[in-house]
């Protein structure tokens, strides 16, 4: 009888390790979803920035022409300290927007490894929970077969 005891509360804690692996992987998931809508935002901003300022898809800045009229209030910008204002404030942004993608991209990264390590922990202990319930079961039977012959 001993035995079988054990053999539940081994079950049990293989169980209570199942439960936290699949609240692991979830808790992945969502990190890694988040993450990616993230990342999607970031790369669409800076898709945004670089249209809204005619810069096409090239990844320098040295085409960035400020314009002749201030896009906010429409006056026309006649100073060259204005004009080195604005493209000084635009390739801001742009590094901005850079960094943004540069960090969501990373946090997809470590969520995808993270996400990829709770998976693999969560199919070893669903295994391990099985093997404990078919062995178990293999007990019971044996004990029943004792104890009917």
């Known amino acids: 009888m001993t035995k079988s005891i054990f053999f539940v509360h081994d079950w049990k804690k293989k169980t209570t390790s199942e439960r936290k692996s699949a609240k692991d992987v979830q808790f992945w998931q969502r990190s890694h979803d988040s993450a990616s809508i993230e990342l999607k935002s970031a790369e669409k901003h800076f898709v945004t920035l670089r249209a809204e300022w005619n810069l096409g898809p090239i990844s320098n800045n040295s085409s960035l022409i400020t314009p002749k009229t201030c896009r906010s209030c429409g006056q026309k910008i006649t100073s060259s300290s204005a004009q080195n204002h604005i493209r000084s404030s635009v390739e801001k942004q ?48 044996s004990h029943r077969d004792k104890t009917d012959g």
Do not use: G, N, P, Y
């Open 94 to 141: 742009l590094e901005e927007a850079t960094k943004r993608i540069a960090q969501a991209q990373e946090s997809v990264s470590a969520a995808s490894e993270a996400l990829e390590k709770a998976v693999d922990r969560a199919r070893i202990d669903a295994a391990e929970v099985r093997d404990c319930m078919e062995l178990i079961r293999h007990k019971e039977k």
